[in-house]
């Protein structure tokens, strides 16, 4: 596609509720991201795949976060049993190469997730 | 681990005047990447400009210039001629060259004023 998509642009969660996001990556683009943006402040990295393989999830702030690529181009991120504080956007980036260059990396339009 | 500070939570410019963005960051590595990037309302990041470690040349893209100072750990933005489509929130990101995520900072809001 012409850019990284994300969908849904906005979901309301009731606390407790399962929620998944999608992103679609740029076509052909190993290197997928997901980030974490609370209201006023600069993204939070939670996970990154090269193709299917998560290589990190330091990020992802408790066992209730899940990130999956099964097939190395789509990406979800799941929370299990959301709670207030996981209210925010949700970024997914992605990129045609891994680290030997100053890559850009090509950001979607987020997720705002509001849970009440 | 690595931090980014973006001293400046908001700052603001006249039409057609320049303003500099201050960008500090904290690494025990010598060789990495420094980015800005401009989220404007829509909230889609765009690259503005990047900057490479092991290059003592500091980039420029356009209007957008910055100044690399490697020491310092320093990486402020400069934005000659403002445009009001220039208003956006700015991020300053750290990446290492082994590392596929970065960091950023806190952001600073620029208003341009017509």
């Known amino acids: 596609g012409a850019g990284v998509s994300q969908s849904p642009r906005y979901k309301v969660a009731k606390r407790g509720q399962d929620v998944a996001l999608r992103c679609d990556p740029i076509?052909?683009?190993?290197?997928l991201f997901w980030y974490q943006q609370a209201l006023g402040q600069g993204p939070e990295f939670l996970t990154y795949?090269?193709?299917?393989?998560?290589?990190?999830k330091s990020g992802l702030p408790s066992d209730r976060f899940f990130a999956e690529r099964p097939e190395g181009s789509v990406s979800t991120l799941k929370i299990q049993r959301t709670q207030q504080e996981d209210s925010a956007v949700y970024l997914c980036?992605?990129?045609?190469?891994?680290?030997?260059?100053?890559?850009?990396?090509?950001f979607g339009q987020g997720t705002r997730l509001t849970v009440v | 681990a690595q931090t980014v500070t973006q001293s400046q939570p908001e700052m603001s410019v006249q039409e057609a005047e320049t303003v500099t963005l201050s960008c500090t960051y904290d690494?025990?590595?010598?060789?990495?990447?420094l980015f800005w990037y401009k989220q404007p309302p829509s909230r889609q990041m765009i690259l503005v400009i990047r900057?490479?470690?092991?290059?003592?040349q500091n980039a420029t893209e356009n209007r957008f210039s910055v100044n690399f100072q490697k020491a310092a750990k320093s990486f402020s933005l400069k934005i000659s001629d403002s445009q009001l489509g220039d208003a956006a929130m700015y991020f300053c990101?750290?990446?290492?060259?082994?590392?596929?995520?970065?960091?950023f900072g806190d952001g600073t809001t620029l208003t341009v004023k017509p």
């Open positions: 076509s052909g683009h190993v290197s």
């Open positions: 980036a992605s990129s045609d190469v891994s680290f030997s260059r100053a890559t850009e990396a090509f």
């Open positions: 900057q490479e470690a092991y290059k003592q």
């Open positions: 690494t025990s590595e010598s060789d990495y990447y």
């Open positions: 990101a750290y990446r290492n060259t082994n590392a596929g995520k970065s960091t």
């Open positions: 795949f090269q193709n299917e393989a998560q290589l990190d």
